[in-house]
Nanobody
């Protein structure tokens, strides 16, 4: 069955870095664009970053541009989110998602979702 599993979350001080991983199984990984979303307490889930089937095509929400970088390794069926210069407002549960035919910056553009990993940034 199709499954996504995030890992790499944790507690980090402001200004620090963290790398999230998402391992996919049960699907042809190279046929999907991959996205990262996050949800903070009391807020709606929001788009963070995406990488298309062409690994060189990426998009980011304005608040993380210049700080986060998304990449993928099709041989390992894994997508990554490198997070640098972290801020307390980055604190959220981060979700990995996969899609084939939709708008890549919207939740509705994704068909499969992981269960999420917690990222906490302290001052």
């Amino acid at each position: 069955q199709e499954q996504l599993a995030e890992s790499g979350g944790g507690l980090v001080q402001a200004g620090g870095s963290l790398r999230l991983s998402c391992a996919a199984s049960g699907l042809t990984f190279s046929d999907y664009y991959m996205g990262w979303f996050r949800q903070a307490p009391g807020k709606e889930r929001e788009f963070v970053a995406t990488i298309l089937m062409n690994s060189f095509s990426t998009y980011y929400t304005d608040s993380v541009k210049g700080r986060f970088a998304v990449s993928r390794d099709n041989a390992k069926n894994t997508v990554y989110l490198q997070m640098n210069k972290l801020k307390p407002e980055d604190t959220a549960v981060y979700y990995c998602a996969a899609g084939q035919s939709g708008y890549v910056t919207m939740l509705s553009g994704y068909e499969y979702w992981g269960l999420g990993t917690q990222v906490t940034v302290s001052s």
